[in-house]
Nanobody, 120 residues
Framework: QVQLVESGGGLVQPGGSLRLSCAAS????????MAWFRQVPGKQRELVAS???????NYADSVKGRITISRDNGKRTLYLEMKSLKPEDTAVYYC??????????????WGQGTQVAVSS
């Protein structure tokens, strides 16, 4: 069963912008903390930004000031607005959240992700 569907990735030039979306199939989306992660081949997946159910946000130092996480609880959708993109932002981006988080902190499910490529 598909539970998280990421979209919006693509190829963009340095300095460009993208808006990623994540449609979540969970009835408890509005009260759940959610997050965006990214992964480059050969490297560990890293946390990019997170948002609580009440809207508090947190960002990795590498993206502060350039990326904004937001959510639309009515649409059960998570967003990642990315501006001033850099080549080092190139990665597959994934969303995830508390409904899929195990007690040990690992996530039981990952969507297919969306590829972001920043290149001239």
């Amino acid at each position: 069963q598909v539970q998280l569907v990421e979209s919006g990735g693509g190829l963009v030039q340095p300095g460009g912008s993208l808006r990623l979306s994540c449609a979540a199939s969970t009835s408890i989306f509005s009260s759940s903390a959610m997050a965006w992660f990214r992964q480059v081949p050969g490297k560990q997946r890293e946390l990019v930004a997170s948002i609580t159910g009440s809207g508090w946000t947190n960002y990795a130092d590498s993206v502060k000031g350039r990326i904004t996480i937001s959510r639309d609880n009515g649409k059960r959708t998570l967003y990642l607005e990315m501006k001033s993109l850099k080549p080092e932002d190139t990665a597959v981006y994934y969303c995830n959240g508390d409904p899929w988080k195990r007690s040990n902190g690992e996530y039981a499910y990952w969507g297919q992700g969306t590829q972001v490529a920043v290149s001239s």
